[in-house]
């Protein structure tokens, strides 16, 4: 059994749910409960107990990347015995700025607080993925995900001081959730900044003979070009994906082609709502 409830996006439809700019997501595969970034701030827990949802329940916690609006909302994990360490890139925490207007950092995007000095209980960032790792023998999360198509370029305007030098951030900190649930792949992306299709090429490469049935995903794909747009969309509709959930930065021109070429393949969901599959 899978079950995915959004707890935190940028758009929300119901009564008393808060919304932000950011995901997370609340996964219970089977006995598990997998909290899947956590926002900017606290509005994920307001959610999640107006959902009826139990923050504390939570069997493992997967930060997609470094980014303010996937990490944020750790320091308000409530205590609890069951998590003993977060998974995540060893680069996620390092110092991360965005270009504004010109091609220089001068926005701050990374996590919003000393992650070393936080008060997190019982939390132990000892977890650090750069590659491919099995949490349970159904549950994989890939680890740095290559750029190998054409079309996707690589992430442009990013930034992070590493070694004491501002350098080009590629993003490489980001990551996805594979979970396989009876014999077909969930997919779970932040940002996808990647490239969504570069994201699904790897997770079939990693779960090789195995068909998507879910991709929820942030894709990072407004204000990018018409082409790269109609080739990405192109793709979804030609794979055998069979549920597509386009969430977060994904952008609403994005979001209407998809829901357009792809019918009742695209499901356009927002915080509050429930996915089962």
């Given at each position: 059994m899978l079950k995915v409830h959004i707890l935190t996006d940028d758009r929300v439809r119901k009564r008393g749910l808060?919304?932000?700019?950011?995901?997370?997501?609340?996964?219970?595969?089977?006995?598990?409960?997998?909290?899947?970034?956590?926002?900017?701030?606290?509005?994920?827990?307001?959610?999640?107990?107006?959902?009826?949802?139990?923050?504390?329940?939570?069997?493992?916690?997967?930060i997609s990347h470094g980014h303010y609006d996937h990490c944020g909302g750790l320091q308000y994990i409530p205590d609890s015995d069951k998590v003993r360490s977060v998974f995540v890139h060893p680069d996620a925490f390092l110092k991360k700025f965005a270009a504004v207007n010109k091609d220089e950092p001068s926005k701050e995007i990374g996590i919003p607080f000393n992650i070393h000095n936080a008060d997190i209980p019982g939390k132990n960032f000892n977890r650090y993925i750069a590659y491919p790792c099995l949490i349970q023998r159904d549950i994989l999360l890939s680890g740095e995900i290559p750029v190998d198509n054409d079309f996707e370029e690589a992430p442009v305007g990013f930034f992070m001081e590493k070694d004491q030098k501002i350098v080009p951030d590629l993003?490489?900190?980001?990551?996805?959730l594979i979970i396989e649930d009876e014999g077909e792949l969930a997919v779970f992306l932040g940002c996808s900044h990647p490239g969504v299709i570069n994201c699904i090429q790897y997770a079939k490469k990693l779960k090789p003979d195995i068909k998507i049935k879910l991709l929820i995903a942030g894709m990072h794909l407004d204000n990018i070009s018409r082409k790269r747009l109609d080739m990405t969309v192109d793709y979804l509709v030609q794979s055998e994906i069979k549920n597509i959930i386009p969430l977060h930065c994904t952008g609403f021109t994005a979001m209407c082609e998809m829901k357009h070429k792809l019918g009742d393949r695209c499901q356009l969901l927002c915080t509050g709502d429930t996915v089962q599959i």
């Open positions: 808060l919304s932000e700019h950011g995901l997370s997501l609340w996964i219970e595969k089977d006995d598990k409960n997998i909290l899947f970034d956590t926002g900017q701030t606290s509005v994920y827990t307001h959610n999640a107990k107006m959902m009826g949802i139990n923050i504390e329940s939570v069997d493992y916690v997967i993003i490489q900190d980001e990551q996805m």
